[in-house]
């Protein structure tokens, strides 16, 4: 799966790009059901068949012994063996049969019938209820019965049947109805309860929840996936994701842009030349010339960046030029932040510059001296300040500082969260 950022000429426009894999399928494969593994004609006690449902099955019974099999006249003959029961152990009985002529027919609907007459009866051994209710499941899901579906899975679950995560099914139940909020409440259930266990996620369900979130413009649920995804599984596909998702998601502005783009050429998730221009554009070569002489430079070396692109090589030369400039005036500038009487966007253009001049310890001072002026945006001053502790591999107050941070901003710290989380744990 892999999300990326179109142009900017057609940012109004979906830009995700899925796997062919999720796009076309589900998460999970429900035309093909499994058989149980019947304890069959021998029970632990002796069956007590009607008179009547005897001579119905009787019948049936050499017909389906008979090659080659008969199975159109056997199916016709089937309203009548149901009739015929009249205890459970008939009911077992002919569900037993009517499941077992019908999949060497490959008639599933019939299937189903057989194995929803197994488990009405209350014959079915406590050992195989979780099997049993599973293919009841399957069946009715191959049938796109979705509604009757559901209840089978859960019962399977219930009955401690974890083979294939039958509850994943219901989530995808919901999925094929285009009902993805409740597939997505019911999919983050279970992951909730895997991660709270310590048990690891399943990498293609946080790929089909974050696909289900992002294609159905679920913004919360896009934003929680998300950080679900680079968390368990980390890597420069997984955080290129993430990042894409927000900025395609996000409807940020500039700023909030830029401090998502560093955390993406952080993360070695910077994919493209569009988010490198996007970057360039973010970051403006008048107020941080020496991050986009950087950024510009990474592109070249990653080849993203064209070399003959004039807009480019441009903003290039006039970013060098004022680099320069706010090295040789850095210290200056740190001194009239720290005066008694400095305003707020002398601080914070002390604490951009120096950022943007990779000197994270001047700006984390300077971050936190803003923090406590009035006015202060503390949504983008914390992520600030969080960015320059993570730069200083202070991983662990980073990571407190991100998970500070609420508001429009919140979804953009929360992964920086996650990020510094990784690196603070020695991965990433």
């Known amino acids: 799966m892999i999300f990326t950022r179109l142009a900017r000429k057609n940012n109004a426009a979906s830009t995700l790009a899925l796997a062919a894999s999720i796009a076309a399928g589900g998460l999970v494969a429900a035309s093909a059901f499994e058989a149980p593994a019947f304890a069959q004609k021998e029970k632990k006690s002796q069956p007590k068949y009607s008179k009547a449902f005897i001579e119905a099955y009787k019948p049936l019974e050499t017909m389906a012994s008979a090659e080659p099999v008969d199975y ?33 027919a490959e008639d599933q609907p019939t299937a189903l019938q057989g194995m929803e007459m197994m488990l009405q009866s209350g014959n079915v051994p406590a050992e195989n209820l979780g099997q049993y209710n599973f293919v009841a499941g399957q069946l009715a899901y191959a049938a796109n019965d979705y509604a009757k579906a559901r209840p089978y899975f859960e019962a399977a679950a219930e009955a401690g049947y974890t083979e294939r995560d039958p509850l994943i099914f219901v989530a995808e139940s919901y999925f094929a109805e285009d ?25 293609a369900w946080l ?103 004039p807009y480019i090589t441009d903003t290039r030369e006039q970013a060098a030029s004022r680099a320069e400039a706010d090295r040789a005036d850095a210290d200056k500038l740190i001194a009239d932040a720290n005066k008694s009487g400095a305003t707020l966007s002398t601080v914070m253009a002390a ?15 300077m971050y936190t001296k803003a923090l406590s002026m009035p006015s202060a945006d503390k949504g983008m001053v914390s992520t600030r300040l969080g960015i320059a502790q993570f730069d200083q591999g202070k991983f662990a107050e980073a990571e407190t500082t991100f998970k500070s941070v609420n508001g ?21």
Request: glycine residues 8%; negative net charge.
């Open 408 to 428: 429009t901003r919140k979804p953009i710290a929360d992964l920086w969260a996650a990020y510094a989380s990784q690196k603070a744990s020695g991965g990433a």
């Open 72 to 104: 159109a006249s056997i199916k016709a003959a089937v309203p009548g063996l149901v009739a015929a029961a009249e205890n459970n152990d008939d009911r077992f009985a002919a569900g037993s049969f009517i499941y077992a002529t019908a999949v060497k």
């Open 179 to 203: 009902q993805a909020q409740q597939g997505l409440n019911y999919l983050s259930q279970i992951i909730e309860s895997k991660v709270a266990a310590g048990e690891p996620v399943d990498e």
């Open 351 to 365: 604490g951009d510059t120096m950022l943007g001049l990779k000197r994270p310890a001047d700006a984390e001072a």
């Open 207 to 309: 790929k089909r929840g974050l696909a289900q979130a992002y294609n159905n413009n679920l913004k919360e649920e896009a934003n929680k996936y998300s950080t679900w995804y680079v968390s368990q599984y980390p890597s420069s596909e997984s955080w290129g994701d993430a990042v894409a998702i927000q900025l395609n998601t996000g409807g940020y502005q500039q700023p909030e842009t830029l401090d998502l783009l560093r955390l993406g050429q952080r993360a070695g998730a910077l994919r493209d030349g569009n988010v490198y221009r996007e970057y360039v554009d973010a970051a403006d070569y008048r107020r941080l010339p020496a991050e986009v002489v950087a950024v510009i430079d990474e592109g070249y070396a990653k080849g993203s960046l064209d070399k003959t692109d």
